[in-house]
């Protein structure tokens, strides 16, 4: 079978796959949210924290609690790293030092999962499975609980009240990504993947030297990294390592878990802002420009522009043989998509224009179809955005959802669109201007050293977490820069959405006329997907030329 007919293959029955839980997923987080029982095993949590689980909040109060919960959990896990020698399951592995520590407690807690360090001879299991691993669920919980908020903003009227953040985190957690984290580690053990709590197995190479291969919890972190759009892996080869991700089959899984909770999401919002074709037309620009994307990525690499590729025949430099050229640029534009961060494939190594393409579909903000939560709240603002746009083309007031987008909407919305591309441009330039920074850089003189920076700040502000790898981050200034742009690029974002979501829930919804644009349809679906690229690309255009764009043409 022809590499052409092997991807095509896969991409087909990924999506068939996606197009089967859809329904059922995107139906039962519907149900979870919309609840007014507890379970036991909840009930019981909300007596040790002393939580009300009736009691609505304000969207302030729901965003302080979410602040403060984010806040604990980053003391937390840089003192879990900062004592890690004195833990057990350590590995005999030294205390993390404190500029590294807070760069990954920053990391995890803004679901962002950066890695400046190699898991394996830095992180003992400990740290692993009840700092990191932890993180990978809450964090992700935390995103899916601020789409919730915002929909029910749409949904509710004449009230401050956008839902319990205590209660929506503790759902999330327990009813959503346990139950399927537990069923994908059986399926990834099947399939080959590591799970112990081995501190290692001595095994000779090829050409007689003898080398220690770590084990540990590697199935159960690899479903969650994954399923949490959180990124990072078990090994600093990440998911091209055969321990977390052994063949074809696996591979194809852990981009179905990166995708599903994502996808599944925009169901859930059509079916509680009882109109499922909402959620239709939001996933047809999902759809629309993650398959965009997909064919960019795959063209470019299997042209291979370049001497040194085409001369080779192919541009399998950093990539995976198990895998090839299809795959990879599946994965990466998967990953690059939903924030996860996760990579099959060194993008590094990826040609000029196809490292591009991952780049600039991090910067269209991780909406196709975006994180766990933050995929589907990054669209609604955007959409919000489009419906402002095309009432201004027509003269007349917009609306969303039976809701008017009024000044201080709109303000919210600028805020939100502003926030990360200030992060990524101001960060990238004080790196590319100091020479501390410019060290770092394994290509200081070609627009292919920019383009590494500039990946590193679009990761970090995006909450994505992949990287050029000829940057070397764990240094002073990007473990503080990065670790900053990340916690900024996710928690006032976060904050604005929260106040939108209040905002919109205080207002009466107005009857749809005539004059009301349908934002079902064909025509939204296309003005949305022209937004979403006309907004990015003004914000990142000058970047793109001086780095990627400039080495690949």
């Known amino acids: 079978m022809s590499d052409t007919a092997a991807g095509l293959l896969q991409a087909g029955f990924l999506i068939l796959c996606l197009a089967a839980v859809y329904r059922p997923l995107g139906g039962y987080m519907a149900r979870i949210y919309t609840s007014d029982k507890d379970l036991r095993i909840e009930r019981g949590t909300y007596k040790i924290f002393g939580v009300d689980p009736k009691a609505d909040q304000t969207w302030g109060v729901y965003a302080r609690s979410l602040i403060a919960f984010s806040a604990l959990s980053l003391i937390l896990l840089y003192l879990l790293q900062r004592l890690q020698s004195h833990l057990p399951l350590s590995l005999g592995l030294p205390n993390v030092e404190s500029g590294l520590a807070f760069n990954t407690a920053a990391s995890f807690v803004a679901n962002t999962n950066w890695q400046s360090y190699s898991p394996e001879v830095t992180m003992g299991h400990l740290v692993q499975f009840a700092g990191l691993a932890v993180q990978n669920f809450v964090s992700a919980a935390v995103g899916i609980t601020v789409a919730i908020a915002l929909i029910r903003g749409f949904t509710r009227s004449k009230t401050d009240r956008v839902g319990n953040f205590w209660v929506d985190l503790t759902r999330t957690v327990l009813r959503v990504l346990l139950p399927i984290a537990i069923l994908g580690t059986l399926v990834l053990v099947a399939m080959g993947v590591v ?152 993008h590094d190594s990826f040609t000029p224009l196809g490292g591009g393409t991952a780049l600039f579909h991090m910067m269209l ?67 590319m201007g100091l020479a501390a920074a410019r060290a770092s850089i394994f290509n200081t003189d070609g627009p292919h050293g920019f383009s590494e920076v500039l990946y590193a700040f679009t990761s970090a502000g995006n909450n994505n977490g992949s990287a050029f790898g000829g940057l070397s981050a764990n240094i002073p200034f990007y473990n503080t820069a990065l670790g900053l742009a990340m916690l900024l690029g996710r928690f006032v974002p976060i904050v604005l959405v929260l106040a939108l979501a209040g905002s919109l829930a205080r207002q009466q919804p107005v009857p749809v006329t005539q004059g009301t644009l349908p934002t079902h349809k064909a025509l939204f679906v296309t003005l949305l997907v022209g937004t979403v690229l006309i907004v990015t690309g003004l914000t990142y255009f000058p970047a793109l030329t001086l780095g990627p764009l400039a080495e690949g043409l």
């Open 195 to 346: 799970q112990s709590f081995s501190g290692g197995h001595e095994v000779t190479s090829v050409v007689g030297q003898t080398q220690t291969i770590p084990g540990g919890p590697v199935a159960s972190q690899e479903v969650i990294k994954e399923l949490g759009t959180n990124g990072g892996g078990f090994y600093n080869a990440n998911s091209a390592h055969p321990f977390e991700n052994p063949n074809g089959l696996s591979n194809l899984f852990e981009i179905f878990l990166e995708l599903v909770i994502p996808v599944a999401l925009t169901r859930t919002f059509g079916l509680m802002v009882k109109d499922k074709r909402q959620g239709y037309a939001i996933l047809g620009v999902m759809g629309t420009l993650w398959a965009a994307f997909t064919f960019a990525a795959t063209f470019f690499e299997n042209q291979g522009a370049g001497t040194a590729t085409q001369a080779a025949g192919a541009a399998m430099e950093g990539k995976e043989t198990r895998f090839g050229e299809w795959a990879s640029a599946l994965f990466a534009t998967s990953t690059t998509g939903t924030s996860t961060g996760a990579v099959n494939s060194a």
């Open 365 to 431: 903000g991780e909406v196709t179809p975006g994180g766990t939560g933050s995929g589907l709240y990054g669209m609604l603002i955007l959409a919000v955005l489009a419906v402002f746009v095309a009432g201004l083309m027509v003269g007349r007031t917009p609306e969303y959802l039976k809701k008017k987008i009024t000044a201080r909407e709109m303000k919210l919305v600028s805020l939100y669109i502003l926030t990360t591309p200030t992060v990524v441009l101001v960060g990238a330039s004080l790196a």
